[in-house]
Structure formats: structure tokens, C-alpha cells
């Protein structure tokens, strides 16, 4: 059974930091990338952060370059996303989700198991 659990996610203040826990089973992690992506009220799911789990080759969008980075523990079978510099336009539903082919891309089309989201709110 393919299970992915978002955690982490609150109420933070804009400037503030969070890091987001994406933990999985039911797979073999390795052979998979695990994207990180966001959605907000009336908006579309967009992509945030890509990473390759096999070699740990990552991928962000310009949005949150320099802002967020992604990693993972292979032991853990869990991938993380620390959000620093938080601003209001972050807020928004987080979800991780597993794409086999490891395509670098936030496609949401090319991932087939996603978590139930985790709440991310910058107001202060």
C-alpha cells in the first residue's frame, strides 16, 4: 500500500522558516523522485521542489529558489522541504507527491500517489 504523509505545516509569521516532512512507504523509495507542490484557493497546483532520491539530484522553481530546499533521508524513506523566508503569497496547501519515471519536472500529471496535503499559513 503506497502511502505518503505530509507533516509540519502551521501558522508562521512572514520571515519565518518551517520544514516540511513528506514521510513514505509501501515503495522502494530509490527507485523513485518525490516532488513537493502547493495550492491555494481558486488556483491551480504548481509545482515547488523535485528530488531525485537514488542520487539526490534536485530541482526548484524559480518561485522559491534560494528560499526552500529540498532533501531526503534514503534511511527514512522521507523527503524534507525547509522553507525559509516565508512570505504571504507562500500559504497555501502543501503536498508531496511520486513520480517512477524521475522526469525532471512539476508536472502534477506525472505523479501518481499524492499525500492529503499539509496547511501552510504566513500571516502575521
Known amino acids: 500500500q503506497v502511502q505518503l504523509v505530509e507533516s509540519g505545516g502551521g501558522l508562521v509569521q512572514p520571515g519565518g522558516s518551517l520544514r516540511l516532512s513528506c514521510a513514505t512507504s509501501g515503495f522502494t523509495f530509490e527507485y523513485y523522485a518525490i516532488g513537493w507542490f502547493r495550492q491555494a484557493p481558486g488556483k491551480e497546483r504548481e509545482g515547488v521542489s523535485w528530488i531525485r532520491n537514488n542520487d539526490g539530484h534536485t530541482y526548484s522553481a524559480d518561485s522559491v529558489k534560494g528560499r526552500f530546499t529540498i532533501s531526503r533521508d534514503n534511511a527514512k524513506n522521507t523527503v524534507y522541504l525547509q522553507m525559509n523566508s516565508l512570505k504571504p503569497e507562500d500559504t497555501a496547501v502543501y503536498y508531496c507527491?511520486?513520480?517512477?519515471?524521475?522526469?525532471?519536472?512539476?508536472?502534477?500529471?506525472?505523479?501518481?500517489?499524492w499525500g492529503q496535503g499539509t496547511q501552510v499559513t504566513v500571516s502575521s
Open positions: 507527491a511520486r513520480q517512477r519515471s524521475a522526469l525532471l519536472t512539476l508536472l502534477p500529471s506525472l505523479y501518481d500517489y
